[in-house]
């Protein structure tokens, strides 16, 4: 084994004798430097000792090895991966207090931070090591420091509910008002994550009531989470929140009672309590006039009287859509709250055997997010997934009658088109949103996953086109034919035939009633004008993507024979100079068994192939536009079936 994995095993382990006996046989003082600064898995040897408490193999590293006290790296916590975290962090974080005081002492930056700028102190404010917290602030750790997000020491303490903590840096002077990126405070933290004890220490402390970037006050956050002991906490605070406030926070609470807890009757009891206090408060207010309904919340109007909430018990179904439209109302359509909860309840019905309702549900959630949230929003990625796995499920257990006794019906083909449409529609504000990027900083990441989703909606309704009118057809080619044009490229710069070419395009999914890759679908991007012969980044074209797929069982040679049938070249050559035929007979496939040459053989084809072949000298002798044309064809292949 290479002795830098020896060296980092035994420190990751803790295992001293078996570092000190490696280093002090195997190598040289010149070598040390090197080894300690290795990094097996993003992580060097200093870094893993001090992530897992092992003071002697870090105290030896530091005084024997030299090791820079100051080298960064990759720890995993609680499942997450920290990048560019120095030693300091890693043995604040899990709360070792005699490492932490061994780096201090040999001059450890005390505010070094991570990549997304966390600091130590903070690192150890979030799972709660006061005593750390204190040395580090002995030490002049700055508690103000944020972290990418705007988050401070306090208010991270605040949401894990650590008051100790928490009443410490509020004692030595820390913001109790800093504004997060998004505009949440400490008073947002400690509603959010029900802390009662360190809300009261922060309302001592003259906190205020902002409202965050949402108009979300720490109030709505309470609702929002259900944390009902917070919420009458502060509705009972003299002059600290108005009638209006109480009215919404306590209309929220129900519902969010309805759709998180599930509990109708404490629901019912804190709509009842809005409603004595919409009319008996200090002044009536009524609930504000309904001028439209939604048709996805079954053109439900909120109950406006106490005389028809009792009813409500009596039709759950009922309840369930005065929850969704009180909090429309009261958060708003862009608050990411709003969309999932309609989003929530759409699955609800669709585990009940409802499919009508859950897929008019989360159309009515994705218009929401398309309109409110930017383009390639995970939240609408998260959406589009959603429909492909409903629509690929009914389509496989179409006709059946699963465990709760619901026939599964057909898929119609206006929802499953609705869907697709605004697929497309989120890829073309996608791309808008990356051609703003400088070139540098564009992660096609997000639009990649957005475009593999709508290929799957397509091929869907390729499986429904048998059976649809002529009109529908029509729409459903007008659709992929304003996909096509777009132009857009994924990962790697395929087309979205090259895409649709690919094994590697299947969404990993439970329900996958798409296979990649699909000729059906491949058929539809041809017939409106996808270009058989366009190059990725590495010069494959569709139909090199194709042959790399030759080796599944499943494989059918329909697919290259439909893209030659459409115009694909035979013999081009990709950047390693490989033709479709090479890459189809690595598999042991005899070009022959699945296409005759001859018809896909053009004359213009021969002629580049002789010139490559002869190695003449062509640039600037033929028109320019012919250039690239012959440098796409190489050598001849093995079965050429003329000899230039």
Not at 401 to 426: C, H, I, N, Q, S
Not at 630 to 636: A, D, L, S
């Amino acid at each position: 084994m290479d002795i830098k994995f020896v060296v980092f095993y035994a420190a990751r382990d803790g295992n001293l004798r078996r570092l000190k006996g490696f280093i002090g046989d195997n190598v040289t003082q010149d070598e040390i430097p090197s080894l300690v600064s290795a990094k097996i898995n993003g992580a060097t040897p200093l870094i893993m000792a001090c992530r897992n408490g092992h003071y002697d193999v870090a105290d030896y590293l530091i005084e024997h090895c030299h090791a820079d006290i100051e080298q960064r790296g990759s720890v995993v916590f609680d499942g997450e991966t920290i990048e560019g975290a120095p030693p300091l962090w890693c043995a604040a974080a899990a709360g070792h207090y005699p490492l932490v005081k061994l780096l201090l002492s040999h001059g450890a930056r005390v505010n070094s931070t991570t990549r997304t700028n966390s600091t130590p102190l903070r690192a150890a404010c979030y799972d709660g090591h006061y005593e750390i917290v204190k040395l580090l602030i002995d030490h002049r750790a700055d508690f103000e420091i944020p972290n990418r997000h705007g988050h401070t020491c306090l208010m991270i303490a605040c949401y894990k509910g650590h008051k100790r903590i928490a009443h410490y840096l509020v004692s030595l002077g820390a913001d109790v008002n800093r504004r997060s990126v998004k505009g949440n405070t400490a008073l947002h933290d400690c509603a959010e994550s029900g802390s009662l004890d360190v809300l009261k220490l922060l309302l001592k402390n003259n906190a205020k009531m902002d409202v965050d970037s949402y108009g979300m006050t720490p109030l709505l956050a309470a609702s929002v989470t259900g944390h009902a002991h917070i919420v009458e906490y502060l509705i009972k605070q003299e002059n600290l929140v108005s009638q209006k406030e109480k009215v919404d926070a306590l209309e929220l609470l129900g519902a969010t009672y309805v759709d998180k807890k599930r509990d109708m009757v404490g629901a019912l009891n804190y709509w009842k309590l809005a409603m004595d206090e919409r009319y008996n408060g200090k002044i009536e207010l009524p609930k504000p006039f309904q001028k439209t309904t939604v048709e996805a919340y079954d053109h439900v109007k909120e109950i406006r009287d106490p005389q028809h909430l009792e009813d409500l018990l009596s039709d759950p179904d009922e309840m369930r859509m005065q929850a969704l439209v009180i909090r429309e109302r009261i958060l708003g359509p862009a608050h990411p709250d709003t969309s999932y909860y309609v989003r929530f309840r759409g699955a609800f019905y669709a585990d009940a055997g409802q499919f009508g309702r859950c897929v008019s549900l989360w159309t009515y959630a994705l218009d929401m997010q398309q309109k409110m949230l930017e383009p390639l929003n995970p939240m609408t990625q998260s959406s589009f997934f959603s429909f492909t796995e409903l629509f690929s499920y009914m389509m496989g257990e179409e006709g059946r009658v699963p465990t709760r006794g619901r026939r599964v019906p057909p898929v119609m083909f206006y929802d499953l088109m609705t869907v697709f449409d605004k697929a497309v529609k989120e890829i073309e504000m996608g791309i808008a949103l990356v051609e703003k990027l400088p070139a540098a900083e564009r992660d096609l990441t997000y639009l990649h996953r957005v475009i593999v989703i709508c290929l799957h909606l397509g091929c869907l309704l390729t499986k429904v086109l048998p059976q649809v009118t002529e009109e529908e057809s029509y729409h459903l080619h007008k659709s992929a034919y304003r996909l096509v044009k777009l132009g857009v490229r994924g990962r790697t710069g395929r087309t979205v035939l090259h895409l649709a070419c690919a094994r590697d395009s299947a969404l990993v999914g439970r329900y996958p009633a798409c296979h990649f890759p699909s000729t059906s679908l491949a058929d539809l991007l041809l017939k409106v004008g996808a270009d058989p012969n366009a190059r990725d980044d590495e010069g494959n074209t569709p139909l090199h993507i194709a042959a790399s797929c030759s080796h599944l069982t499943s494989y059918s040679a329909d697919l290259p024979r439909l893209l030659l049938k459409h115009g694909a070249h035979l013999d081009s050559v990709n950047d390693e100079g490989r033709t479709f035929e090479d890459l189809w007979t690595e598999w042991g496939h005899p070009i022959h068994a699945i296409v005759n040459p001859v018809p896909y053989t053009r004359l213009t084809c021969l002629a580049a192939r002789v010139i490559q072949n002869h190695k003449l000298d062509y640039v600037g002798l033929i028109p320019k536009s012919l250039e690239s044309f012959v440098q796409n064809h190489g050598c001849c292949s093995r079965t050429s079936i003329i000899s230039e």
